[in-house]
């Protein structure tokens, strides 16, 4: 009896026994189970963020191309705008050495053009000074001296030469013009013009036609003189005749009309001085 009634308590407890196993096998497979699917879960959830990081850097890398294909782009072109600009800049070299040269050279002839015309000046004021210095002064109140431009002027009034209407020169005015011709040859290096000025009151004479006759017949008159008398030589002497129209004062009175009766003496240096400095004048080349 007593086993009858053990053999049941001990299928009980190995029931009890077994329950308890399987509860406890359950709630660690539960667990496992929540475990895993949190695991599952975060795994989704990082898949869908990193399917979402893939899908917005490629975006980025095709925003990053097509950026790069531009910049190429401009990058192109620059190197087109440089190499262009330095196939200029060369250009732009040699047409500024080429303007430089011409400068230089410029500069070498006005340099050349100065000295000759400081040359000049200096020659000039110094002949101006001496004639004056060998003129009396009753000559002085008859003749004029003066430098314009680098060139000596002398003027001669009308009546000291001549007598009114005649182109001989009179014994009055020899003197004077002694004085002139020895400047004159002391000066070999200058041409010397003797130029004829009238006022513009007609002449009447049978053998004058009209007042460029008489200037030019006074001036071809004095140079003879110059020549004959003076022996200066003739190849430095040139006659004009001006008339009436080269009047330095009004010829509406007769103090003007005075005036405009005159014999000019022109004294300059000799063209071909200054000639050949035009010869060497620089050439300048037609822009490109």
């Not at 440089?82 to 250009?91: C, E, K, P, R, V």
């Not at 006005?110 to 004021?125: M, T």
């Not at 003129?135 to 009546?159: C, F, M, P, Q, R």
């Amino acid at each position: 009896m007593k086993f009858k009634a053990i053999v049941p308590a001990l299928i009980m407890a190995a029931v009890v026994a077994t329950g308890c196993t399987s509860n406890k096998k359950y709630a660690a497979l539960q667990s496992k189970y929540d475990t895993l699917a949190k695991e599952y879960h975060d795994s989704e959830v990082a898949l869908a963020a990193s399917r979402s990081d893939a899908k917005n850097l490629e975006a980025l890398l095709a925003e990053a191309r097509r950026n790069n294909d531009d910049l190429k782009r401009q990058y192109d072109a620059i190197q087109g705008s440089l190499n262009q600009s330095l196939i200029q800049n060369q250009q732009g070299s040699i047409n500024i050495s080429k303007l430089v040269d011409e400068i230089n050279a410029s500069n070498q002839y006005i340099k050349q053009l100065v000295q000759a015309k400081s040359k000049s000046d200096s020659l000039n004021i110094a002949l101006t000074n001496k004639l004056t210095r060998s003129l009396s002064t009753d000559e002085l109140k008859e003749v004029d001296v003066k430098v314009l431009k680098g060139v000596v002027y002398i003027s001669l009034a009308d009546n000291m030469l001549f007598k009114s209407g005649s182109y001989e020169v009179n014994s009055r005015a020899m003197e004077t013009l002694s004085k002139i011709a020895k400047i004159i040859k002391d000066y070999g290096d200058y041409d010397v013009l003797v130029e004829g000025n009238t006022d513009d009151v007609p002449i009447s004479r049978t053998n004058i036609r009209n007042n460029w006759d008489l200037s030019a017949l006074r001036a071809s008159s004095v140079v003879q003189v110059l020549q004959k008398d003076f022996g200066v030589n003739p190849q430095r002497l040139s006659a004009a005749g001006r008339g009436e129209y080269n009047p330095i004062s009004d010829n509406t009175t007769e103090l003007g009309r005075q005036r405009n009766r005159r014999t000019e003496i022109i004294i300059t240096p000799k063209l071909d001085q200054f000639l050949d400095l035009i010869d060497k004048a620089p050439e300048t080349s037609e822009q490109q």
